[in-house]
């Protein structure tokens, strides 16, 4: 069962952190929104923090945006976070 959840990022952050609130994500990442770095970075933290593989997550929309959309394609995700919305 595939899942999208919203999320904001936050580029250049001087410390890095996923905060999750109402539902949605605050992602914030110290790499800059050059080349696609920041959103590399972003999936490494949000794979990283619900325990699962990189390849299970990718940029649904909002690539090149604050505001994406991600979707997690792994099984039993879902139930490791409350509070989230489909």
Known sequence: MDFKVELKVIPNAKKESIEIKEGR??????????NGRANKR????????LKCKRKDIEIFSGEKKKNKIL??????IFKKIKGWEQ
């Open 71 to 76: 979707l997690i394609k792994s099984e039993n």
């Open 42 to 49: 972003v999936i490494e933290m949000i794979s990283d923090f």
């Open 25 to 34: 994500i605050y992602c914030k990442v110290n790499a800059p929104p050059e």
